[in-house]
């Protein structure tokens, strides 16, 4: 071990440790390709991380007991990759870290696990400021704008650039598949946070939640002004309620006269003809008409040769034969 690895691990201890009590290893922790949640880190966001990483632990299973902080970085840097470029065409960037662990029993498994390549993926806790739409340049957090993570626009993936990290938390083993990109997994916090690993999915802080209200809003408002296009003035929106307001009073007259109808026993094609505004006064029409009629309608099903008026006065002259057509 170089003493130079060796200072840079003893600004960390509280005492002075020997080389042969540490074991080094190197991990990936993230990099600035674009990942499956359609976002990436800007190229600053990774020199502002790599100071803020130095000194963090590496911990197992995304638990912060004492006992599960494993290792810790004692060296991170920013590496260039000149065979690699992005999905996107940018040259590939990584954040290299360099982590310790002291040699014990507690650790021996650990460390087995790392030398056999068991142990190989982390994932990144921190918290960022800005994410940054890569079509137009929008703050999102802030302003959200139109574009689509995911979605092309004139060729292009739109995605967020997330940027202005302020604060690195823990690192952790994961068993979660690698990224794409680095071979490690990403989650971070949004505008402060807590040493809790993160996912983007849920609402966790203010910003996600305005953003998520906001969508909702104009979401709300676009739907509004579609349901009302084409009612251009006051007057023809009172036109179109009225037009329905006729149409629902009909639809209700004619049940009225149909339910009429079958309780006073008069064929359908009867109920058309009778008369009145309300449901009471069509029900007495019925009852009239029915009763002049009942002799010559034994079922209301009428199926009279001529129209249904014919058949009623047919009815009528026969009880009343003395009467002249
Ligand atoms: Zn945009």
Redesign the pocket.
């Known amino acids: 071990m170089e003493q130079e690895t060796l200072d840079k691990i003893n600004a960390l201890t509280r005492r002075e440790f020997k080389a042969e009590e540490l074991y080094t290893f190197p991990v990936v922790l993230c990099g600035n390709e674009i990942d499956r949640d359609f976002e990436r880190f800007s190229d600053d966001a990774l020199e502002q991380m790599a100071p803020l990483f130095i000194g963090k632990t590496i911990i197992s299973d995304h638990d912060m007991k004492a006992e599960n902080q494993v290792a810790r970085l004692y060296d991170v840097q920013v590496i260039s990759d000149p065979e690699a470029l992005t999905k996107d065409g940018r040259p590939y960037k990584y954040l290299k870290g360099f982590a310790y662990t002291v040699y014990t029993e507690k650790n021996a498994d650990l460390i087995t696990e790392i030398d056999a390549g068991i142990k190989k993926e982390v994932s990144v806790s921190c918290a960022s400021a800005r994410r940054i ?6 703050s ?1 957090l802030d302003a959200p ?3 689509q993570r995911g979605q092309m ?1 004139d060729g292009k993936l ?1 995605h967020y650039i997330i940027d202005g990290v302020t604060d690195a938390y823990e690192l952790s083993f994961t068993p979660v598949p690698a990224q794409p990109d680095a071979g490690v997994t990403k989650s971070y916090h949004e505008k402060g946070g807590n040493t809790m690993e993160q996912d983007f999915t849920p609402i966790t802080t203010k910003a996600d939640f305005d953003t998520a209200v906001q969508e909702a809003v104009n979401a709300a408002v676009a739907a509004k002004a579609a349901e009302f296009e084409g009612f251009i003035s006051p007057e023809e929106h009172q036109q179109a309620l009225d037009a329905l307001a006729a149409e629902q009073k009909s639809a209700l007259r004619k049940a009225y006269c149909e339910k009429a109808a079958l309780m006073t026993g008069l064929p359908d094609t009867l109920a058309s003809r009778l008369t009145g505004d309300t449901e009471e006064d069509i029900l007495k029409d019925a009852q009239m008409l029915s009763a002049a009629t009942k002799s010559g309608f034994a079922t209301p099903h009428f199926d009279a040769s001529g129209t249904p008026m014919d058949g009623v006065e047919k009815a009528f002259f026969e009880k009343n034969p003395d009467l002249k057509k």
Not at 133 to 138: L, T, Y
């Open positions: 739409c890569s079509v137009c340049g929008a999102v704008c139109e574009h626009y739109c």
